[in-house]
């Protein structure tokens, strides 16, 4: 069996092995790939061709890749339970409810990269195992404890890292070849980039998206749901997209896909108050159409022959079913809706088993296994053809992803809700196109609340999802537990969580020019320490905290407490909050109420206002110099809600700061309200 090698782009590969199935990721997905991929530099294969190997097994397709001693592996989609993958076994399934760290997940995603300065993409869409560290026979004996140590006296020992074997297999059972794509650089960062790139460019949101949804309670009626739309806005609590859940629809589980002529009777005057108050609609939907639905008739023969809640499930591998799902979409769109969640398009394999089974049948020619863990991703790409085919650009939610995820604009979230692997989710998303929201939902105290809405204001999206609860979450405590009490004295509840809010609001400016680097460069808007960091163990290990833009590292208190531990990069840092310059290279103990957060020296950082932005607003900057008198600031100019920026109506202006003054620069959008230099 021959390998077929191809060089796609400096620094990317396309690896055939045997004889890979046709319908796959790249099959679907692979149109995309942004034009920046030529300039890039050329790079050397990071190993000899002769390293890949591959054999048919007799119950699928197996391919061996190098490991060398002291590589770190990162990635494989939006894991929970671990981070560094080195030594462990994942097979990748989309799942909703992953009981174990066992490769389950709600996006896992067949792409791994290395401190090495390379990444691998496995183009399949099939439940595929990474096996980052299992012993061959041969290598078994050899490294045995007892061939040279003695025998191993405890587990620690006898499963030693030393133990494992130095390759990377990747198995696809029932498959008989295998597309790899290799992407190497200078950096592991390098390589991410060069992965988002091949997938399309990052994603690029409308202001409004980078501000703050508020999702209502899922029995809300349409006049509860304008009442709390009035509250919000009468107590200033500045969110800019207001979400409603399964009951606006006549039908929720499966979808009808149309507005319940009792609970909503009169939408436009619902979404025309949002309007009135800075807001956008989000509406949820999932994917399966029920019988009352508008679509029924027309997808019928688009469709998996099993149901999932009495509702067809549509083979979004079929671009008519795309087709039908997107036009249907746009009348939504139409009528003023600018962001969706999808929802349940990952499956339940753990909770009494939700779903089709892997074993369905799409008339296209996938499987249900196929199907289950692209779903998420074809739906998202008609949802994205909707808003595209209007000129929008959405920033939605969706809760299943797979592989080239980086351009589409929807955000993960979860049912699951430990704080702790939510935090590590953010790092993790980093190494695979992905953006993940750890959401805030009802909490179990004051204290916690206070801690989960500060690692959302700081995370790709800010979600406050009250779908259980009819009123906010800052409205369900007594205000005698609050926790940061001293950090805001005389304050309620319900001022530090419009506090930040408005926190999340001001970093708009720095935000935007972040994404606008994902989308044009590929560079992860936030991003695990590791790929900045990877050499330290102190540092790339550290999944707790992680880079936010290019100069804030943000560490969260994942619990009720005060205090934690934040590996400190090299070189001096700022604190947020006091503003006391810190030396780094170092683990720090910070002791704070607020949300440890550090400015890297020599930021020129440009913070906007409170409110939430939209497109025409000008946006008055307060710009902090962290030690430093001189500075840029990159800012990005541009109608901030359509596409026209992939035609090149964006501006990356460069605002220059010398001895503590901006120097005249002509700014659309913007205005420097004041600069100031903190040493
Ligand atoms: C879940 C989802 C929740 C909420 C709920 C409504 O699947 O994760 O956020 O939307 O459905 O039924």
Redesign the pocket.
């Known amino acids: 069996m021959n390998g077929h090698y191809e060089q796609c782009f400096p620094g990317v590969w396309r690896i055939t092995l045997g004889t890979p199935d046709q319908l796959t990721p790249h099959f679907f997905f692979g149109d995309r790939e942004s034009s920046r991929l030529s300039e890039k530099s050329e790079q050397p294969l990071p190993w000899p061709k002769e390293k890949i190997r591959w054999e048919n097994r007799k119950n699928g397709f197996l391919v061996t890749l190098p490991l060398s001693a002291g590589e770190r592996l990162y990635g494989l989609g939006l894991q929970f339970g671990s981070y560094l993958q080195n030594g462990r076994r994942k097979t990748l399934r989309a799942n909703a409810d992953a009981p174990k760290d066992t490769g389950d997940s709600h996006a896992p995603v067949p792409f791994y990269v290395s401190t090495a300065g390379y990444g691998v993409l496995a183009d399949t869409a099939k439940n595929v195992t990474f096996d980052c560290g299992a012993v061959k026979k041969a290598d078994t004996v050899s490294r045995l404890p007892s061939a040279g140590k003695g025998a191993a006296a405890t587990t620690e020992e006898l499963y030693q890292e030393e133990l494992r074997s130095q390759e990377v297999n990747i198995f696809v059972p029932g498959a008989q070849g295998l597309t790899l794509y290799l992407f190497a650089d200078e950096t592991m960062r390098g390589v991410v980039e060069r992965y988002n790139l091949f997938s399309g460019g990052g994603a690029m949101p409308p202001a409004w998206g980078l501000g703050a949804l508020y ?1 209502c309670y ?1 029995h809300a009626s349409q006049d509860q749901a304008e009442s709390l739309i009035r509250e919000l806005a009468e107590e200033n609590i500045p969110v800019s997209m207001i979400g409603l ?2 009951g606006w629809h006549s039908h ?1 589980y499966s979808c009808s896909f149309r507005w319940s002529p009792e609970r909503y009777p009169n939408p436009d005057r619902l979404i025309q108050l949002a309007e009135e108050k800075g807001m956008n609609l989000n509406l ?1 939907e999932q994917c399966y159409v029920h019988p009352t639905s508008d679509i029924y008739e027309q997808m019928q023969a688009h469709a998996g022959d099993f149901e999932v809640w009495n509702g067809l499930v549509p083979d979004y591998g079929d671009p008519e079913a795309r087709k039908i799902y997107s036009e249907m979409q746009g009348r939504l769109i139409d009528q003023g809706v600018r962001g969706f ?1 999808l ?2 398009c990952d499956g339940s394999d753990y909770t009494g088993g939700w779903f089709y089974p892997e074993f369905s049948q799409f008339p296209s020619g996938l499987t249900g296994e196929e199907m289950k863990n692209m779903f998420g991703a074809l739906g998202q790409r008609a949802v994205n053809q909707a808003f595209a085919d209007r000129g929008l650009r959405t920033f939605s939610e969706v ?1 299943a992803n797979w592989s080239y995820a980086a351009p589409m604009g929807f955000v993960l ?3 699951l809700y430990d704080h702790r692997q939510f935090i590590r989710a953010v790092s993790n998303a980093s190494f695979c196109g992905l953006l993940w929201s750890p959401e805030v939902r009802q909490c179990g105290s004051a204290a916690e609340l206070i801690r989960r809405m500060q690692s959302a204001a700081l995370s790709p999206m800010m979600v406050i ?1 009250s ?1 259980m609860i009819p009123s906010p979450p800052w409205k369900q405590y007594d205000i005698e537990k609050n926790l940061a009490g001293e950090l805001l004295p005389d304050s309620q509840l319900e001022d530090q969580c419009r506090e930040l809010i408005r926190l999340r609001n001001r970093f708009f400016p720095y935000l935007y020019a972040a994404f606008a680097k994902y989308a044009r460069e590929g560079t992860p808007p936030f991003r695990a320490m590791a790929l900045d960091y990877p050499d330290d163990p102190a540092f790339a290990e550290a999944d707790d905290c992680y880079f936010m833009g290019d100069s804030l590292l943000v560490a969260p208190i994942l619990n009720e407490g005060t205090k934690r531990e934040v590996p400190l990069p090299p070189g001096v840092w700022y604190d947020f909050w006091t503003e006391q310059p810190i030396q780094g290279g170092r683990t720090i103990t910070a002791e704070t109420h607020q949300i440890p957060l550090y400015v890297r020296q020599g930021t020129a950082l440009a913070l906007g206002g409170g409110e939430p932005v939209h497109g025409g607003d000008v946006i008055p900057l307060e710009i902090r110099l962290y030690g430093t008198r001189s500075g840029d600031v990159l800012l990005i100019e541009d109608d901030r809600e359509t596409l026209n920026y992939q035609q090149g109506e964006q501006r990356w202006t460069t605002l220059s700061l010398r001895d503590g003054k901006a120097l005249p620069q002509t700014l659309e959008g913007y205005s420097v309200d004041s600069v100031r230099v903190i040493l």
């Open positions: 999702r899922t859940e399964p929720a949820w969640k929802d349940e809760r979230y979860s049912d999802n779908w």
